[in-house]
Structures are given as structure tokens and as C-alpha cells.
T-cell receptor, first 115, second 114 residues
Framework: DTAVSQTPKYLVTQMGNDKSIKCEQN?????MYWYKQDSKKFLKIMFS???????INETVPNRFSPKSPDKAHLNLHINSLELGDSAVYFC??????????????FGEGSRLTVL | KQEVTQIPAALSVPEGENLVLNCSFT??????LQWFRQDPGKGLTSLLL?????REQTSGRLNASLDKSSGRSTLYIAASQPGDSATYLC?????????????FGGGTRVLVKP
């Protein structure tokens, strides 16, 4: 009954490959996010979707393409992986409507290593 | 642009001592401030959320305060235990809008020694 779940948890791949990370939330939230945590542990937002609509795109290279098939899912596809893409990617969700608190709930993270 | 700072970056205390973790932010027009805990190799666990109309929130041994005029939030953990060892992150958002763009501090790594 995990609230925000993401797969895979670990991903090791070669430079130039394309990979995807999937995220699902069962909290009934209307907004989902992708955050990146780099080697220095700083967390930065990448994307935000509200009811399947892209709201935030934080100057992320267009090799990164999020897709939200419905408001419970937000997947991240990365093309032509580079060494600098190695990081932990976190999915999160929140309820942003007038009835929501805006509190963010995070998944366990997906550690991507590009060799 | 909101910037969030947490000092110190690391803190070590003996078991039983009270913990005081500091968070400062540059834009006082803060809408939400949230404290998280992160264990090594794990995701973030939400501890407390303080909305702009509130001054503090409490949950068990945890108490978080928000002072918008000084741009500070403080997380107090009473009677610390070894299980409290983790990295604590604060994050704030300045506007109520779809997207809720949280800006994170760098975190304070806490070690509670038995």
C-alpha cells in the first residue's frame, strides 16, 4: 500500500542509452513531480504536472521527457544518457486544489548510474 | 528567487539531548514550509508542514516554528534518540499555485550517539 512508488529502484546503463523511470501514486493527488538529487545531495525540481498538464519545466535538457498518462502516473524518459545524468531521481505528489494542503509525499527514489 | 539555507551541515549530539535545526529563507512571502527526514539510500519522509498562516506545528517530540519576518524556521526534536539519526531537510514554496515548486535547503546531517 505504498503511497508513491517508483520503478526501478536501481538502474545502471551505458552512455548513449535511453531509459525510463515509472512513478505511480495512490493518494488521489492531482499534482506529481520529478526531483533530481545530485551527488552533493541537493534536491532540485525538474518537472511538475497538475491533472496531466505540464506546469513546471525547470530548464531541463530536452533529452528528458516526462509523460503523464493519467493523474496517478508520471513517467520520466531519458534519451541519450550522459555521465552527468547519474543521480537519484525522486517522484513526489501533492494535492494542490483549494482543499489540499500542498504537502509533498515522496517515493523511495531511483538511483541512475551512467557508465 | 527563493533560496533556502541550513546551517550547520552536520550535527552530533549525545542521546537525550534536545536537537535544534535551523533553516533560513530569503523570500519572506513563503506559502508553505515543509520539514523532511531522509535516511541513507531512502526517500524523503514528510515530518511537518507549516502553512503561511501558522507559526508552528507539533507532532510528538517534533516541533517546527516559522517566523516569516526573520526568514527562519526551526525544527526542535526533544529528547533525541539514536533512531533520530538522519538528514533533515527543509523546503519552502512562495506561492500557492499549481505546481508547488519547493526549494530545498542542503540539509543537516544529524548523528545521535548512544
Amino acid at each position: 500500500d505504498t503511497a508513491v512508488s517508483q520503478t526501478p529502484k536501481y538502474l545502471v546503463t551505458q552512455m548513449g542509452n535511453d531509459k525510463s523511470i515509472k512513478c505511480e501514486q495512490n493518494l488521489g493527488h492531482d499534482t506529481m513531480y520529478w526531483y533530481k538529487q545530485d551527488s552533493k545531495k541537493f534536491l532540485k525540481i525538474m518537472f511538475s504536472y497538475n491533472n496531466k498538464e505540464l506546469i513546471i519545466n525547470e530548464t531541463v535538457p530536452n533529452r528528458f521527457s516526462p509523460k503523464s498518462p493519467d493523474k496517478a502516473h508520471l513517467n520520466l524518459h531519458i534519451n541519450s544518457l550522459e555521465l552527468g545524468d547519474s543521480a537519484v531521481y525522486f517522484c513526489a505528489s501533492s494535492q494542490e486544489s483549494t482543499s489540499g494542503s500542498g504537502e509533498l509525499f515522496f517515493g523511495e527514489g531511483s538511483r541512475l548510474t551512467v557508465l | 528567487k527563493q533560496e533556502v539555507t541550513q546551517i550547520p551541515a552536520a550535527l552530533s549530539v549525545p542521546e537525550g539531548e534536545n536537537l535544534v535545526l535551523n533553516c533560513s529563507f530569503t523570500d519572506s512571502a513563503i506559502y508553505n514550509l515543509q520539514w523532511f527526514r531522509q535516511d541513507p539510500g531512502k526517500g524523503l519522509t514528510s515530518l511537518l508542514l507549516i502553512q503561511s498562516s501558522q507559526r508552528e506545528q507539533t507532532s510528538g517530540r517534533l516541533n517546527a516554528s516559522l517566523d516569516k519576518s526573520s526568514g527562519r524556521s526551526t525544527l526542535y526534536i526533544a529528547a533525541s534518540q539514536p533512531g533520530d539519526s538522519a538528514t533533515y531537510l527543509c523546503a519552502g514554496t512562495t506561492i500557492k499555485a499549481a505546481g508547488n515548486k519547493l526549494t530545498f535547503g542542503g540539509g543537516t546531517r544529524v548523528l545521535v550517539k548512544p
